[in-house]
């Protein structure tokens, strides 16, 4: 998240929304949130719904794998990261800049 919050102006100046989703309680996103300086959304997905839907859910560990997606504005999945190259967002990063340059 912390990468997420370091690359936001990048992200927002090639026309990108970023927002975090967990399964944890909103309450519990704000105070997450509030603790490490992150201003963009963090949204709830409390159930797990959401996360069952993308695929993320770890039946053995009953907890949602790390994943980032780049999605695009007609709903499309146009770049993931998984586990642990979803630390980093530079590739997502460079893949926004790309496709705003293209447009």
Not at 15 to 26: E, F, I, P, Y
Not at 34 to 60: A, H, M
Not at 85 to 92: F, G, R, S
Request: with cysteine; charged share 30%.
């Amino acid at each position: 998240m912390k990468n997420f919050q370091q690359n936001l102006e990048k992200l927002e100046a090639t026309d990108t929304q970023v927002l975090g989703v967990s399964m944890d309680s909103a309450f519990a996103n704000k105070a997450f949130a509030d603790q490490i300086g992150v201003k963009f959304p963090l949204l709830s997905d409390w159930g797990g719904e959401v996360t069952r839907r993308y695929g993320v859910y770890e039946n053995e560990y009953q907890a949602p794998r790390r994943v980032n997606f780049l999605i695009g504005k007609d709903g499309k999945i146009l770049e993931m990261q998984v586990d642990h190259d979803a630390i980093d967002p530079t590739k997502l990063v460079v893949a926004c800049e790309r496709r705003r340059e293209k447009s």
